[in-house]
């Protein structure tokens, strides 16, 4: 089942969700190893490139999933979620996917406004333009902040959300997790939907 329905999240936003997760896992681990200054210049510069290959991909599919998230419709809560919950749950996902995108933004900003004027080479296969930034160092210093903030900001807001998801799954027993784990059947089975909306598909802004 490709698409969301009521009941569940489809196949390309379970594809998605967990195709961009683990993305920012391997950027946040690259992104801490190339800092070490001990590293051999030579691998450090590999570090680097592969940092920003795994970015540019992230981007992509973050741009992608926010047109997806805009496009589909939002599956119904699951049955016993407090009103609360679920608007926090809204919002947290909105942050993410707004983040998704202007983390590697923020990152490409860096590169571009390098004094280095060092090229990004995607996987070896094509270099990516840098965007129209001036070169300076005081450029440069702030698109780092920037995107160091934003990047921990996410950490922090990916760990809530997966010890959420934890917490629902094992403690609570509402398979939150389940429906990220498996698409969406054809047979709709939710449960009233919680905070006074109405049992029936939503157009758009899905929040997985």
Not at 66 to 72: D, G, I, K, S, T
Not at 163 to 185: E, K, N, T, W
Request: hydrophobic share 50%; net charge positive; aromatic share 10%.
């Amino acid at each position: 089942m490709l698409r969301n329905r009521e009941n569940g999240f489809g196949t390309v936003t379970i594809v998605l969700h967990w195709t961009i997760a683990l993305l920012i896992l391997g950027l946040m681990f690259v992104g801490f190893a190339m800092r070490r200054i001990e590293l051999d210049p030579a691998l450090q510069f590999s570090l680097y490139q592969w940092h920003k290959s795994l970015g540019f991909t992230a981007l992509g599919l973050a741009l992608l999933r926010a047109l997806w998230w805009l496009a589909e419709r939002t599956p119904q809560p699951v049955p016993g979620l407090h009103p609360f919950e679920y608007a926090a749950a809204r919002q947290t996902h909105r942050i993410l996917i707004l983040l998704g995108v202007i983390v590697p933004l923020a990152g490409w900003a860096v590169a571009s406004a390098s004094t280095l004027n060092m090229p990004s080479f995607y996987f070896n296969i094509i270099v990516i333009p840098h965007l129209p930034l001036p070169h300076s160092e005081s450029a440069e210093a702030f698109w780092a902040r920037t995107h160091a903030l934003l990047a921990y900001v996410m950490l922090v807001l990916v760990a809530i959300h997966a010890v959420a998801a934890l917490y629902h799954q094992f403690v609570r027993g509402d398979d939150v997790l389940i429906r990220m784990l498996r698409s969406a059947s054809s047979r709709s089975d939710a449960g009233p939907v919680q905070g006074g909306e109405t049992n029936r598909p939503l157009a758009g802004r899905n929040d997985p």
